[in-house]
């Protein structure tokens, strides 16, 4: 709960990180597995550094470090991915996503490594990097090939505070993507915009606009004839 609150707000989200942190914390004192004590001071270290709770973040991340760590490849990706959200050095920080990035593309773990290339993207504005643009371009594109809706929203929102247009009208005839397909066949079962908002974590906003791409690839002018065009009629 913490991460997924830093993930979605941000620094915003201080206050509730660190309660959720702190409500962690006490579960773990009371079940007293090492397993899951030890996987809380890692998830709880990236949603501290999330939040700007960065020097908080590195004392979890040395305590996780004493601990000996845990020998797999994932718990090696977030600790990578943790330390380097929590250094104060907006460049640093950049540089070690960079290297998390790289390691996370040669891993199996897909979606870790789309989260690190958005929060490099985040990492190069804050530096002032021209590159950041061109990062959260990518990430957004990825995130919308994996139908990652969560990572695509946050890039788009972070591409038009920069002044950069995210939308793009579809060309008639043009396949729908996957996304395209989940929302569209949502659509032929009746649910609506608010509805399907709800169930893919997207804003009305954009399942308004993806609803609007799909009447234009498909050729139909409104839902019903969507939902007769799926269906074979």
């Known amino acids: 709960m913490a991460l997924w609150s830093a993930r979605l707000k941000g620094p915003a989200s201080a206050a509730t990180v660190r309660e959720q942190v702190a409500a962690g914390r006490a579960d773990a004192d009371k079940v007293r597995c090492p397993r899951c004590g030890a996987e809380l001071l890692l998830l709880a270290a990236e949603a501290l550094a999330r939040v700007g709770e960065r020097e908080h973040a590195r004392r979890l991340l040395r305590a996780w470090d004493r601990r000996g760590g845990q020998a797999n490849e994932l718990a090696d990706l977030i600790r990578s991915h943790a330390g380097a959200l929590a250094d104060d050095d907006a460049a640093a920080r950049a540089a070690r996503l960079e290297s998390v990035l790289a390691a996370a593309e040669e891993s199996p773990f897909r979606l870790d490594a789309l989260w690190a290339r958005l929060d490099l993207g985040l990492a190069l504005v804050d530096a002032g990097d021209a590159r950041a643009a061109g990062e959260l371009e990518r990430a957004a594109a990825v995130a919308q090939e994996f139908g990652a809706g969560t990572v695509e929203e946050l890039a788009g929102r972070a591409l038009r505070a920069l002044g950069i247009r995210t939308w793009r009208r579809a060309a008639?005839?043009?396949?729908?993507?996957?996304?395209?397909?989940?929302?569209?066949?949502?659509?032929?079962?009746?649910?609506?915009?608010?509805?399907?908002?709800?169930?893919?974590?997207?804003?009305?906003?954009?399942?308004?606009?993806?609803?609007?791409?799909?009447?234009?690839?498909?050729?139909?002018?409104?839902?019903?004839?969507?939902?007769?065009?799926?269906?074979?009629r």
Do not use: D, Y
């Open 172 to 232: 008639p005839g043009a396949p729908l993507t996957e996304r395209e397909q989940e929302i569209a066949r949502l659509v032929a079962e009746g649910a609506t915009n608010r509805e399907i908002a709800q169930l893919l974590f997207l804003s009305p906003k954009t399942v308004e606009r993806h609803v609007s791409n799909i009447f234009k690839k498909v050729g139909v002018r409104n839902r019903a004839e969507l939902a007769s065009r799926l269906s074979g």
